[in-house]
C-alpha cells in the first residue's frame, strides 16, 4: 500500500530564518512526487512534479528535492507570504487497476512570523 | 499551465435539496477527474475518481447514490449532492488529471446546509 508521510506537521519560522520540510513515501513505482501548496479556504496550487532521484526543481525561495524514499522542500529566507500548508503526493495504481489515484501526505503547516 | 475552475464557490441551502458542483479543466483535457472533501485543518479525502464516459469509481464508505458524479466531457465533471444535510456541509475540491498522473486543483467550494 502506498503511503506518504509528511514532517513536522506544523513548523513556525521567523522571517528569514530558512528550513526544509519532509515528504517520505513508500510506493511501488514511483511514477513522480508532485508538492502543492495550500492557503487556507483554496484548493492546492501545483508547485512542483519531481521523477526520480537526484532530481531539483526551484521556484523563487523554494527548491524540492528528491531521493529514493524521501523528498525535501527546501525554503531559503522566507517570507510571511510563504505561510500556508504544503501538501506531497505521490499517484499509485489501484489493485483493481485503472487510473493512477493520488496518495497525499497530510501535510506540514508552515507559518512564517515578520 | 494547467487551470481548473470550480463553480460555484460558495454555496448556501437548506436541508433536502441537492446542490451541484460544477468542475471545469479550462486548458486541458482530463479524462480522469477526482473529487475530495476537507474538513477544516484536515488533509484532502479522496471520496471518488471521475473518468469521462464511465461511472465513478468511490471510496469506501462514500455514499453514491448521495453524491452523484457525473463527467459528461474530457473538460467537466460535476458533483451534485442530493438531498443535502448539515452534516453535507463541508469543503469540496475537484482536480483534473493532466496525462496519467499530474493533478491540477480547482479553487474549492464551501458548502453550507441550514
Known amino acids: 500500500e502506498d503511503q506518504v508521510t509528511q514532517s513536522p506537521e506544523a513548523l513556525r519560522l521567523q522571517e528569514g530564518e530558512s528550513s526544509s520540510l519532509n515528504c517520505s513515501y513508500t510506493v511501488s513505482g514511483l511514477r513522480g512526487l508532485f508538492w502543492y501548496r495550500q492557503d487556507p479556504g483554496k484548493g492546492p496550487e501545483f508547485l512542483f512534479t519531481l521523477y526520480s532521484a537526484g532530481e531539483e526543481k526551484e521556484k523563487e525561495r523554494l527548491k524540492a528535492t528528491l531521493t529514493k524514499k524521501e523528498s525535501f522542500l527546501h525554503i531559503t529566507a522566507p517570507k510571511p507570504e510563504d505561510s500556508a500548508t504544503y501538501l506531497c503526493?505521490?499517484?499509485?495504481?489501484?489493485?483493481?487497476?485503472?487510473?493512477?489515484?493520488?496518495?497525499f501526505g497530510r501535510g506540514t503547516s508552515l507559518i512564517v512570523h515578520p | 499551465g494547467a487551470v481548473v475552475s470550480q463553480h460555484p464557490s460558495r454555496v448556501i441551502c437548506k436541508s433536502g435539496t441537492s446542490v451541484k458542483i460544477e468542475c471545469r479543466s479550462l486548458?486541458?483535457?482530463?479524462?480522469?477527474m477526482f473529487w475530495y472533501r476537507q474538513f477544516p485543518k484536515q488533509s484532502l479525502m479522496l471520496m471518488a475518481t471521475s473518468n469521462e464516459g464511465s461511472k465513478a469509481t468511490y471510496e469506501q464508505g462514500v455514499e453514491k447514490d448521495k453524491f452523484l458524479i457525473n463527467h459528461a466531457s474530457l473538460t467537466l465533471s460535476t458533483l451534485t449532492v442530493t438531498s443535502a444535510h448539515p452534516e453535507d456541509s463541508s469543503f469540496y475540491i475537484c482536480?483534473?488529471?493532466?496525462?496519467?498522473?499530474?493533478?491540477?486543483f480547482g479553487p474549492g467550494t464551501r458548502l453550507t446546509v441550514l
Open positions: 482536480s483534473g488529471q493532466r496525462g496519467d498522473n499530474e493533478q491540477f
Open positions: 486548458d486541458f483535457q482530463a479524462t480522469t
Open positions: 503526493a505521490v499517484p499509485g495504481l489501484p489493485p483493481s487497476g485503472g487510473s493512477y489515484i493520488p496518495t
